[in-house]
């Protein structure tokens, strides 16, 4: 391709909104260009490496006898009522009327849809397994769109499901995701991370991420310094390293005055007792989402050491909830513990109390009196206070033990790229999607889903691979493999050379952008490395007058001067 025949638009600045580095170089390459928060055009180069990867997931998918459709991104709602995430998904989904006053909403993932294209179709275990994927457009309603397609409204996801007969035969299908994907991110070269995760509101019982690692990542990993144990922060167990175990005897409850002590850090100050040993109190509801405005509230406390802090997935994930649960606010929490938030506790509540693990080797400690201004000292679970159970409910950190080994826990940041899921029944079930088996009973599909973010992909690979200059492109998804940098278009042997290494390369299927503009050769070096195709090729009047042609590796920067005929023969092989 030639630039001045395309359309490529580079920028100097960065736009103010771009807080990455990946969404600052997208947008100055023009490789993809905003409309409205979270929704992007993707140019022509942009599109071009979203092609090469989706050909990559094609191919590594293809190759494991996964099955390509295309399913409506615009779904009815009845199909989501069928599960009851018509309302479960809450307002993530982008519901919508049309002329005749029928609901329909924006596919945010597609397990109702391929469940019921596949229902009524496959009638027998002798058609099982299927695996069967798309690649198409997702619309999710975040809040917060940000990022550039790292979290965007509007973005491209391959999405695979699998259905078998039993649950063997379907985490059998896992593996063989699970290693596709392996394979796909190899190919891309990138330093990627597996790590045990939280369903979401998919729903299923294991389930992996595959993370990027990158400091401007939005999920917290932990990863252990002893085993291949990874997690993402969201489930990963807390062990304390060094376990807190108290042997003192319990004594008697006494209540005291802690006048203005409102938080955590001023109790400390106040009683001269580390954060660690007090004992904080939260209110949560176990209501789903939406459902608190009609039904009664339902609270329950959950007590953590004060230098812990709540991890509500495994909150939702103990009460079964399909969303973390919501705190209460002030007025809520007065009126169930009959003090506001700085002097509440579990002493004398009527809902669930939770205790953290953390909790369990305590004695004698402090929490508030449910009476503003008081705290209550020598308290102990069990003695003072009913609970319904001690669970893992804190956020793990850094230096907590690993829960496979000795070692202990380290920090990364990721960018989820990638997600499997084994979701067993959940969907078959609901939605009456059955086949009948070896003795001609009828059993609903053992499922699996599968999701690869796109077009988050092609922009964490720059967040990955870049320098001061520009992007980094790694070769199996840069648009094009060369960038031909013509330095003196009006100059004959200039033009000549140029045009027989383009269209050498063309005619063998070598993907080369030929700069052919009327520019200066600092506008054109400044854009090669903003663009960051793997290897730049430099033809000038004074280079040609010594039979040289310059070419420089992006990643590298090693430059060679070669002859034409050297050039070809390096660039046909490279
Ligand atoms: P996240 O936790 O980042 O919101 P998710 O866990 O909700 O993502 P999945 O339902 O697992 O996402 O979707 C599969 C893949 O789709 C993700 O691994 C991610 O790569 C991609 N993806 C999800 N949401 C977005 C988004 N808003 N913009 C771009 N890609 C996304
Ligand atoms: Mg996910």
Known sequence: MKWSKSYIYTLKEAPADAEIVSHKLMVRGGYMKKLAPGLYTYGHLGLRAIRKFEAILREELNRRECVEVLMPMVHPRELWEETNRWSEMGAGLLKFQNRNQHWFCLGATHEEAVTDYVRNDIKSYRDLPKNIYQIQTKYRDEIRPRFGLMRGR???????????????????SYDLMYNAYKAIFDRL?????????????????????????????????????TTDFAANVEVCPAIDATPHISSDAEKPLEKFPTPGQKTIADLARFTGQAEKELVKTLYFSANEGLDVKDKALKPFAVLLRGSDEVNPVKLKNLLGMSNPPLMLTDQEVKEVSGASPGSCGPVGLNIPVYLDNGIAGLRNYIVGANEDGFHLKNVNHGRDYAFTKIADLRIAREGDRCP???????????????????????YSKKMNANFLDQQGKSLPFEMGCYGIGVTRTVQAAIEQSHDADGIIWPRAIAPFLVHLCVLDPKDASVMEASNKIYNTLEARGIEVLMDDRDERPGVKFKDADLLGMPLRVVVGKRGLDNKEIEIVERKTKEVRKLSLDQVLEFLLSY
């Open 154 to 172: 509007e973005f491209s996801m391959k999405d695979a499901y699998s259905f078998d007969a039993d649950s063997a035969a379907a985490l059998k």
């Open 189 to 225: 070269g990138l330093n990627y991370r597996i790590v045990q995760a939280d369903a979401g509101n998919i729903g299923g019982s294991q389930t992996h991420e595959f993370q990027l690692l990158a400091e401007a990542g939005e999920d917290a990993l932990l990863v252990s310094d």
């Open 404 to 426: 496979q080994s000795a070692g202990l826990l380290k920090s990364y940041r990721g960018i989820e790229v990638g997600h499997v899921f084994y979701l067993g029944t959940k």
